[in-house]
């Protein structure tokens, strides 16, 4: 009896055993595996979701597939994609490098965040890609220590859009890419906020540009929109909004610019069409530096110290509203009946010695106004159409309902004023 109860005993030991690692062995979840053995196990186009947590590998993608990271996912290693049709979505890049892709088509990164050391996003060759909806913030110091947000070499068809990026070199910088839309991003805090070099048919689409050395800086480029942009608060020393640095075929249009030491500065640009912008509180509107074909009109430009820097060798100014405009309209046709001139001897002294502009509005300063307006130098930039809005304080309007009331009030009071006497 004994020797049959060691032995069930047994039996029953065993087949627990067996059973232990039955479930042992089916129960282990597929990211124990690393991230590159999962990835490698996939079949085109399938879906790898990983769970919250931090993954440290440097991971290879050599087939078209989707990673999706929940929320909590965090790399400390870099991504290298060399397959097209690759997405990625919901990670946090933590370490040296983020993203890396070359000579692919068809990426898109997604609903991530970088805070690498270097190069969170860095594309060569990509053609016909997204980046969207991603957060890039830098490390801290001075922005010659850091690395671009975005990187575009060589790309074509890129549409990078509802993205924050700040404390960066420069917040976006393209070079030698054509086709790339830059699109209601927010960029702060570094150098240039997008850096365009030797590329084509760029568009700068209602982004927001505060805080940078430059806002846009586009270097011998052709084919370029900037519209519905608001620039501003590029104010240290000889900052810009925008410059446009041999750059042709240039629509500056519908944009906001405002609070910057420049607003826009030409140098050697070629066909540049700037019309419907609102320039408020910038030191110095336009910085022409041998410009060709540039027209500027239907403007507003309120509370800035000077319009102009230079001569109009190149600039066509027509068809603007100043706030400071004297002139009146005695005909009616909307247009002011004098010129409005653009430069002024008070505003070369603010560029030389940015104090100057506390001296704004002084009986002085006036004076020395009035005596430019009267003393033209030949080569002085005018606008010889300046509009006249109903507002303005120098224009004469009539308005019969104002006019009614006003007589009623005044009847009134008068009739009142006769019964209590």
Not at 225 to 242: F, P, R
Not at 255 to 266: C, G, M, Y
Not at 318 to 333: A, I, K, S
Not at 394 to 399: D, N, Y
Request: proline share 2%; glycine share 8%; with cysteine.
């Amino acid at each position: 009896m004994e020797l049959k109860k060691h032995i069930v005993t047994n039996m029953k030991k065993g087949s627990l055993l067996a059973l232990f690692f039955c479930i042992v062995g089916f129960s282990t979840p597929a990211y124990a595996q690393s991230v590159q053995q999962q990835i490698d196990s996939l079949s085109l186009g399938d879906v790898l979701e990983l769970e919250p947590g931090q993954y440290s590998e440097n991971l290879l993608i050599k087939k078209p597939i989707k990673i999706y990271g929940n929320k909590g996912v965090k790399f400390t290693g870099k991504l290298e994609i060399k397959a097209d049709d690759v997405e990625v979505s919901g990670i946090q890049f933590l370490g040296e490098q983020g993203v890396v892709a070359k000579k692919v088509e068809n990426i898109k990164i997604t609903q991530s965040s970088f805070q690498t050391k270097r190069f969170p996003i860095y594309f060569d060759g990509v053609e016909n890609s997204e980046i969207a909806e991603v957060d890039i913030i830098g490390k801290s110091g001075h922005y010659s220590e850091k690395s671009h947000g975005i990187s575009l070499y060589n790309a074509k068809g890129i549409h990078i859009k509802n993205s924050n990026i700040t404390q960066t070199q420069d917040g976006i910088y393209l070079e030698n890419s054509r086709q790339v839309t830059i699109e209601k991003n927010t960029i702060t805090y570094g150098r240039y906020g997008t850096h365009i070099m030797y590329g084509s048919d760029i568009k700068l689409l209602q982004n927001n540009y505060s805080h940078h050395i430059t806002g846009v800086m586009s270097m011998m480029t052709n084919n370029v929109d900037i519209e519905k942009n608001t620039v501003k608060h590029q104010n240290a020393l000889n900052s810009s909004g925008i410059t446009l640095y041999q750059t042709s075929k240039v629509n500056v249009i519908h944009n906001i610019i405002r609070e910057n030491s420049i607003a826009v500065q030409l140098q050697q640009a070629n066909t540049v069409d700037m019309s419907s912008n609102i320039f408020a509180s910038n030191l110095l509107v336009l910085k022409n530096i041998q410009p060709k074909g540039v027209l500027v009109t239907n403007n507003k430009l309120y509370g800035n110290v000077l319009v102009a820097s230079s001569g109009s060798e190149g600039i066509t100014l027509v068809r603007n509203v100043y706030d400071d405009y004297e002139g009146e309209d005695f005909n009616g046709d909307g247009y002011g009946d004098s010129v409005y001139i653009a430069t002024s001897t008070f505003g070369k002294w603010v560029l030389k010695n940015e104090y100057y502009q506390y001296f704004i509005g002084n009986t002085a300063t006036g004076l020395l106004q009035k005596m430019d307006n009267k003393i033209t130098e030949p080569n002085t930039l005018m606008d010889e159409k300046p509009i006249v809005y109903e507002g303005q304080p120098w224009q004469l309007s009539f308005s019969g309902k104002h006019f009614s009331i006003g007589i009623t009030l005044l009847i009134v009071l008068v009739f009142s004023w006769r019964k209590l006497k």
